[in-house]
């Protein structure tokens, strides 16, 4: 939020009180708090009629250290806190006349008890701080001065906010505040993390994600459920501004010499994702939202599929399930029939059904009766009854999930859903939440606007776990926590290059936020992809962590576009299927430590310069680089880091550190192994659940002396069950497994083009290289 209009200058509304100094320290064995008037006391004059903060600094975790900066104690804020998961160290903590020094971990914090400046470092090395003017609590006039007489502190005719400004180097680059379809680097943008419905084209976004990481190696977390606001290199080109309404501000510092270990910090405080199941991993085919459909329409999308040999995993049931008119009251469209034997046949087609839902519920309905008599909705703010709207459904009600009884009802309702034979749901919306009303608990109804998300996808992602055993969502809205549930979508994009663009910039965005798993609507949700765009479209979707087909007013089918389109979906929907053993063991990592799947170039290359603004290409896990074609030409341009690196599909050998231009035809596209990979390739090419170790195939890719390599598979419960070691010395691959099996053949792609194979028939193998010996 600005408070200044230029370097000099104030905005005429606001009263600010700035950290000047750091006047006494108080120490506890989880940290220290400091005593920072807004102006330097030198005599006992000095301390009266004056603002005081009280900066605290907590050692919570390793590498952790959480900032409470705080003007009146008093204050209730009515907010929401988000749950978290405090680690507390010991920390070390050594007070002079000059400064007030704490450490935690490798984390260092240094406050200068002259100013009340303060800087953070790792190692010796600065990361951030914040000094002169940077530290401050705002009085900001309810209307300009030149609009009424006087000012009046007694009066509270003002809104109170605390701000902090961290300090940014020359080249450092900002990233993540959740799915942001703006630029990829956030320096020089305003952002105002207020979950909206926006579509995939505008600053506004429906996953608004209070962290953000930079290349500097930490990350700030901002612990508020209400809106924040933040100027990250605008207001002041130096600093990330985030400021916060009433009269406290949390955040944290988490330190990492990588991004993956800030992230794995950042996932420790606030909740690791749940591992999906292994079958979500394969595509989703939707009926898409408006097209006529009905029990006849639905089998016949899915014979078509099954007919031409196109593996997909999901059927997805949109709005229309229900009776229009009447979303959400979980009661199905008769023209489906016998719902529970209809989910049965599907059932022994192989497929796991999915169904759309949201957190509202339409009037003229048994279940909003139900509600309302009941109080499970949320209230007018002038006490007249249920809150209610026209936007979307008639009439409509919001559910209160702050009411322990509405969440056993709305879950009641869930079970018998699933009851059906319900695999999964959608949990669609969740950001229009009104905040003129009033919550059963006394929320503050402008801070719940952004948590209500968490409280709604955690409700349902619990019930399905409860009822399945297992669970993964298809949700639209989220804040922070939320990875602990996936999957999230995109949102509303439209069939165009420039938003298949777009899209691929939110979800890396998503996955600087801490989100390890994510997807897109496949050539896009508003209107029709021509051929072209579809084909495009598909190969980036099925190379994303999970994959679905879904659209607004048509049908997503390929022969719908054109015979071709059913050959590439195939192809890439087969390709996906094959690399699950590959895929499922990256979802079990970012299970365990919250690295994402989908990694933006700067996250998994963070010391290479030339990474640190890519947004049109990505890896997907450790070894393989993606980049996706945005135009009706199949030309792309590409950058491959150091190393050598192999197209998985056309074999080319390229040299990295340097860009490359390529034209594809819709069965290619860059798709790299990264030199040095052992990349297990799967036995089955039809669906994404398998036994991996049968008959999977070890691809060793360009080893070269020196290297060491590990690969690892799981079982589809997440489980290693196989293991692989490898090392090249003296011109041989030296391969050690736990377990040799049947004799699982291993495929050495030599740097030369050339392949060798051997089977691994027992736990040890050494296989010459060609390469070593010329």
């Known amino acids: 939020m600005k408070f200044t209009e230029g370097y000099w200058l ?13 006047f006494d320290v108080e120490t506890s064995a989880q940290g220290m708090r400091i005593i920072a008037p807004e102006r330097p006391i030198r005599s006992r004059a000095d301390m009266l009629d004056l603002t005081v903060l009280l900066m605290d600094f907590i050692a919570v975790g390793p590498d952790d250290i959480e900032v409470v900066i705080t003007h009146h104690e008093g204050y209730d804020s009515a907010e929401p806190r988000f749950p978290l998961n405090f680690r507390p160290v010991k920390p070390e903590i050594t007070v002079t006349d000059e400064e007030a020094v704490m450490t935690a971990g490798r984390l260092t914090v240094r406050v200068d008890r002259a100013t009340g400046s303060y800087r953070f470092e790792a190692g010796g090395r600065p990361l951030t701080g914040a000094g002169f003017r940077n530290t401050g609590y705002v009085r900001w006039d309810k209307l300009p001065s030149s609009m009424r007489p006087g000012y009046n502190y007694f009066k509270a005719d003002y809104e109170p906010y605390v701000f902090a400004e961290l300090s940014l180097k020359p080249g450092e680059t900002v990233y993540g505040l959740g799915e942001r379809f703006t630029p990829f680097v956030k320096n020089g943008q305003t952002v105002d993390l207020w979950n909206e ?7 506004v976004s429906y996953k608004n994600i209070p962290f953000y990481m930079t290349s500097e190696n930490y990350g700030v977390f901002i612990d508020h459920s209400a809106h924040v606001s933040l100027e990250v290199g605008s207001e002041k080109v130096e600093y990330v501004n985030f400021t916060v309404p009433g009269e406290q501000l949390r955040y944290h510092l988490l330190y990492g010499e990588t991004p993956a270990e800030i992230m794995e910090n950042y996932t420790a405080l606030t909740g690791r994702p749940a591992l999906p199941p292994a079958w979500s991993f394969g595509l989703w085919l939707s009926t898409s939202f408006k097209p006529d459909y009905d029990e006849k329409t639905t089998g016949r999308l899915i014979d078509g599929m099954q007919e031409r040999g196109i593996p997909f995993k999901v059927f997805h049931f949109d709005c229309f399930w229900m009776r229009g008119l009447h979303w959400c009251d979980f009661v199905w469209d008769e023209s489906f029939g016998n719902v529970k034997a209809m989910l049965k046949r599907y059932h022994k087609k192989g497929l796991k059904i999915c169904c759309w839902i949201n957190p509202y519920v339409a009037q003229n309905t048994e279940m909003f009766d139900e509600g309302m008599i009941h109080g499970y909705f949320l209230q007018r703010a002038d006490g007249r009854g249920v809150k209610q709207v026209d936007n979307w459904q008639p009439g409509l009600a919001v559910v209160d999930f702050t009411n322990p009884d509405a969440c056993l009802w709305y879950a009641d309702k869930l079970k018998k859903l699933l009851s059906l034979g319900v695999d999964c749901l959608k949990t669609d919306f969740g950001e229009r939440v009104p905040t003129d009303v009033v919550y059963y608990d006394g929320s503050d109804p402008e801070a719940m606007h952004n948590y209500y998300t968490y409280l709604y996808n955690r409700l349902v992602f619990e019930t399905l776990r409860e009822e399945k055993k297992e669970a993964v969502l298809f949700a639209r809205s989220a804040t922070a926590l939320c ?12 069939a165009s290059y420039a938003s298949m663009a777009e899209s691929l910039r939110g979800g890396l965005s998503f996955a600087m936020s801490g989100f390890a798993f994510w997807s897109h609507d496949i050539s896009g949700f508003e209107s029709t992809a021509t ?3 579809y084909k495009r479209w598909v190969q980036f979707g099925l190379l994303s962590t999970h994959s679905r087909l879904h659209g607004s007013d048509t049908y997503r089918v390929p022969w719908v576009f054109d015979e071709e389109s059913c050959e590439v979906l195939r192809t890439f929907s087969e390709w996906k299927c094959r690399l699950m053993p590959y895929l499922y063991r990256m979802a079990v990592i970012a299970h365990e430590k919250g690295t994402p799947m989908l990694r933006p170039m700067a996250f998994e290359f963070p010391g290479d310069p030339a990474c640190r603004y890519l947004d049109m290409q990505y890896m997907l896990g450790e070894s393989l680089l993606v980049a996706p074609i945005f135009n ?8 491959l880091p150091q ?11 390229l040299e990295g550190g340097r860009f490359y231009e390529r034209t594809y035809d819709y069965f290619h596209l860059p798709l790299f192994v990264r030199g040095g990979s052992i990349l297990a390739i799967g036995a089955c090419d039809s669906q994404p659940d398998y036994d991996y170790a049968q008959g999977m ?30 090392r090249v010395k003296d011109g041989a691959l030296y391969l050690i497994s736990s377990d040799p099996g049947e004799g699982r053949q291993v495929v050495i792609h030599e740097l030369d083009g050339t392949e060798r194979r051997g089977r691994l028939s027992s736990k040890k193998l050494r296989i010459p290289l060609k390469s070593a010996a010329e």
């Open 197 to 203: 419905d926006g579509g995939t084209a505008s600053d």
């Open 483 to 494: 990875q602990q549930f996936p999957v999230h979508w995109g949102g509303d994009c439209f």
């Open 632 to 639: 009706d030409e199949g030309r792309v341009s590409f950058y």
């Open 697 to 726: 195939t070890l691809h060793c890719f360009l080893p070269e002396d020196g290297q060491e390599m590990t690969c690892e598979i799981p079982d589809t419960d997440g489980k290693t069950v196989f293991t692989v070691k490898a």
């Open 10 to 22: 104030r905005s005429e509304r606001a009263q600010i009180s700035y950290v000047s100094q750091g």
């Open 643 to 653: 190393g050598r690196w192999k197209n998985l599909l056309d074999d080319e050998i």
């Open 531 to 533: 051929p072209d765009l």
